[in-house]
């Protein structure tokens, strides 16, 4: 890429590091941004392009509007279609992730995980308890071994109603047995899913996106639940946590290991075996002064929440981190690693190694991970990075950027955090609702696209829906985005409207707040779940001020939650271009007034950022209006009694 620092920060990336790096390079080394300028991307599925379909070996049938493919499938059939087969692959990732914690939960129960073990046991007996578990005075063991089994069943699940949907509020589960798409396991709604898709099978348009819709659901609430809480029972639910982001945060004098992907597994034991005296030891007989572990896209989101592992950059910065010479060794494990670091790396000294049984990369040494072996794998990936050390080829060009960050806001430490130890509550958050001094809470989520300008859009809409008192949660990389341009330092508050502000500097909480990885976006639904617990602000999800962005979304994954979200009651609206369902505006339709009609939740595209923003304040200012709390109101003080009242509202 050939074009200036000012340029590059302007229309390609906007965080420095990276645009520092790419002007360095000046396209001699081909990046995703290269590649992003010199191939367009396929005009079929936007607009009036038509649509594509490829289920079949008489195709690939393009249909436009008011044709049909050979064996008759319309343009909604097939915008259907395809949309609800990426929902099964973002709903399998996601569940694949969850049914191998799960596993593991039930190896480190019988002692047969060496380097893991239960970390909290509190965290361990909800989700038994929400599991349908006894518990009475067992041993943890034997509980943790039952709730792997039971995990692992609901995933897996062919008939009735996934367990963990009793998390959410009681109407809502009542919404979704009303409209049948009550998960029975995750497994078997994305099987349906293809079996639909197939040739012949399913053809109304709606009825495809009711089972779109199931199969998301059972991501949410079940595969990507299980997820996240197995990693906070194995490895620590999140609190309060420091630490400093981007690419600055490697060092020139130390060995560097960029842990990459989304599993915590590995590199929880990696960060830990790093402060090994003997390692260290090792490291300065090889002339570094130490080891620096930093992370990169969701496995970073997975060990900066539970250890303060700087992250140093989100899907985009994964070629450009490798550019800066630095990085001894990156291990991946599985999602978002790029295809092109097996090529790239070969031009640098970096060693890339692949651990997990389902992902192998052309060019990388693959080094697998197997529950029994972490310790032992650990420590040779981060002797390989020693020895790799004084093989630097060329000299190092480390971007002087870092900004400093706080993250660690799991549900129960928001909790905490709002009411301090002895009345850890949602209460005080509901009352800044309810008063207006919050206006309402927006989940800023999802992915970087090299369609569009790097981070932008996920800082720009930090800072305007702050400014105007909405609270803002985070989690994949757009967390990392905003952590990346210093939004997530505490300094970042005065920027903050007058409301937010008062509240946040109150109860000692910042404005923006990192909730973790993709998988946890399983996190908000229990936020949402126990606001509307805690009372005053409706009896459903779909009550609540809130809202979903994915402006620079791009993956599956981002797809299926994206969908349960919607499903869940929530206005979620993603950004940019090209929109998969653009082709069929009755697929839109369905998408928006038929889900909000169904689900009081709808999922909308709006690629113009500034109208994307509006749409996302006016959907808050008609929530506040419906709960009849869109006047400002005088502070009321609460005794236990009139709490209770509120709760029976
Ligand atoms: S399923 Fe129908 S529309 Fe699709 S490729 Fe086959 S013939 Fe064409
Ligand atoms: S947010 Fe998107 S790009 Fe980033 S790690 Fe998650 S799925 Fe991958």
Redesign the pocket.
């Known amino acids: 890429m050939k074009k200036n620092y000012e340029d590059i920060l302007e229309e390609v990336s906007e965080d420095k590091a990276v645009a520092e790096i790419l002007e360095k390079l000046g396209g001699e080394v081909s990046t995703i941004f290269d590649r992003a300028a010199s191939t367009k991307c396929c005009p079929i599925g936007s607009g009036i392009s038509g649509i594509c379909c490829k289920n079949c070996s008489m195709g690939p049938c393009r249909v436009r509007e008011g044709k049909t493919g050979l064996c008759g499938a319309t343009l909604e059939t097939i915008a259907a279609r395809n949309f609800a087969r990426h929902i099964a692959a973002g709903a399998a990732a996601h569940s694949d992730h969850g049914r191998d914690l799960a596993h593991l939960l039930g190896l480190v129960a019988e002692g047969k995980a060496p380097g893991l073990e239960i970390k909290d046991e509190l965290k361990l007996m909800k989700f038994a308890g929400n599991l349908g578990i006894e518990i009475a005075d067992r041993d943890i063991k034997e509980i943790a071994k039952e709730a792997s089994e039971k995990a692992l069943s609901s995933i897996g699940q062919q008939l009735g109603e996934v367990n963990l949907i009793k998390m959410a509020p009681e109407k809502r589960q009542e919404v979704w047995r009303k409209n049948n798409v009550v998960p029975r396991g995750v497994d078997r709604e994305i099987v349906e899913v293809m079996h639909r898709t197939h040739i012949g099978v399913d053809q109304d348009a709606e009825h495809i996106m009711d089972q779109a819709v199931r199969c998301a659901i059972g991501d949410g609430w079940g595969g990507s639940m299980i997820a996240t809480e197995i990693s906070d029972i194995l490895f620590n639910t999140p609190t309060a946590v420091r630490a400093k982001a981007n690419l600055g945060m490697l060092k020139d004098d130390e060995v560097n290991l960029v842990i990459h992907g989304?599993e915590p597994t590995l590199s929880e034991i990696i960060v830990e075996l790093s402060s090994d005296d003997e390692l260290i030891e090792y490291a300065k007989s090889k002339g570094s002064k130490g080891i620096n572990v930093v992370g990169i896209?969701?496995t970073a989101n997975e060990v900066l929440m539970r250890q303060g592992v700087s992250p140093i950059g989100?899907?985009l910065s994964q070629e450009i981190a490798i550019a800066t010479g630095a990085i001894e060794l990156m291990v991946v494990d599985i999602?978002?690693i790029m295809q092109a670091l097996g090529k790239l790396t070969e031009s640098y000294h970096t060693k890339l190694i692949t651990t997990s049984p389902k992902a192998k990369i052309t060019g990388a040494l693959h080094m697998e991970f197997k529950d029994s072996n972490g310790p032992e794998l650990a420590r040779e990936i981060i002797k390989m990075a020693i020895d790799n050390f004084p093989n630097r080829k060329r000299k190092t060009y480390i971007p002087n950027v870092t900004a400093g960050l706080v993250a660690g806001f799991s549900h129960e430490y928001i909790k905490y955090m709002l009411g301090g130890r002895f009345r850890e509550s949602f209460r005080p958050l509901n009352d800044a609702i309810i008063d207006g001094r919050i206006q309402g809470a927006v989940a800023v989520v999802?992915?970087?696209n090299a369609r569009h300008c790097h981070d932008k859009y996920h800082n720009f809409l930090t800072r305007e829906l702050i400014k105007r008192d909405c609270l803002v949660v985070l989690t994949?990389?757009?967390a990392i985005s905003t952590a990346k341009c210093g939004l997530m330092d505490p300094e970042a508050l005065k920027y903050a409207g007058e409301g937010l502000r008062s509240v946040c500097e109150a109860v000692g909480m910042p404005p923006i707040l990192h909730l973790g990885s993709?998988v946890d976006n399983s996190r908000i639904l229990t936020v949402l779940s126990e606001v509307v617990q805690e009372g005053g602000l409706g009896e459903d999800i779909s009550d609540l001020p809130v809202a979903g962005i994915a402006p620079e979304w791009?993956?599956e994954?981002?797809l299926s939650i994206g969908t349960y979200v919607a499903a869940s009651g929530v206005y979620t609206v993603f950004g940019g271009e090209p929109i998969p369902v653009e082709s069929s505006s009755e697929v839109k339709e369905i998408m928006t007034t038929g889900w909000q009609k169904k689900y009081g939740g709808q999922l909308e595209y709006i690629s113009d950022i500034e109208e994307l923003l509006d749409k996302v304040l006016s959907v808050i200012q008609e929530k506040r209006k419906a709960l009849k709390i869109d006047t400002k109101k005088e502070r009321v003080l609460l005794d236990m009694e009139a709490r209770r009242a509120l709760k029976n509202v």
């Open positions: 989304h896209c969701c989100n899907f999602q978002c999802g992915c970087n994949g990389c757009a993709c791009m993956s994954k981002a």
